[in-house]
């Protein structure tokens, strides 16, 4: 039932939100309610539309979701790059922070193109 949770894409996606959260989480309240909440609630929506992708039947409608979560990984890098310039990451977080995204934006980009392969199979089948 919650095969989602096996896929590796998830598991960093996961994995990044965490972080993320863990990080935002020491800020000072200005910069924490103003680009802090917005790069959690990015951040989170990543994961979340991978799994509700995987929950639907129809492989246009997975593909739909991944889509959403790769605009939700932009917006999160988007924040990520705000914080950098204002300097609210300490060295270590920065570094893991950057690796994660950038390994998850080619993984999603290679989920994403999965579905359209097997869209692409399947109307040759019919």
Same mark, same amino acid.
């Given at each position: 039932?919650?095969? @989602? ?7 960093? #996606?996961?994995?990044?939100?965490? #972080?993320?959260?863990? #990080? /935002? +989480? *020491?800020?000072?309240? @200005?910069?924490? =309610? *103003?680009?802090?909440? &917005?790069? /959690? ?12 992708? =995987?929950?639907?039947? *129809?492989?246009? %409608?997975?593909?739909?979701? /991944?889509?959403?979560?790769? !605009? +939700?990984? =932009?917006?999160?890098?988007?924040? =990520?790059?705000? !914080?950098? %310039?204002?300097?609210?990451?300490? !060295? ?5 922070? &950057? ?14 193109? *999965? ?6 199979? #399947?109307?040759? /089948?019919?």
């Amino acid at each position: 039932m919650s095969g @989602f949770l096996e896929l590796e894409i998830y598991q960093l #996606a996961e994995r990044l939100a965490n #972080a993320v959260c863990n #990080a /935002v +989480s *020491s800020w000072e309240n @200005f910069h924490k =309610y *103003s680009l802090g909440q &917005q790069m /959690v609630r990015s951040a989170d929506s990543i994961g979340a539309n991978i799994a509700e992708g =995987y929950g639907r039947h *129809s492989l246009a %409608d997975q593909a739909r979701f /991944v889509v959403i979560a790769r !605009g +939700s990984l =932009y917006e999160t890098m988007h924040w =990520y790059r705000l !914080g950098c %310039d204002r300097q609210l990451w300490e !060295g270590e977080e920065q570094r893991a922070l &950057q690796e994660m995204l950038d390994e998850l934006a080619p993984r999603l980009n290679a989920y994403l193109r *999965s579905f359209h392969r097997r869209m692409a199979q #399947a109307k040759q /089948v019919r």
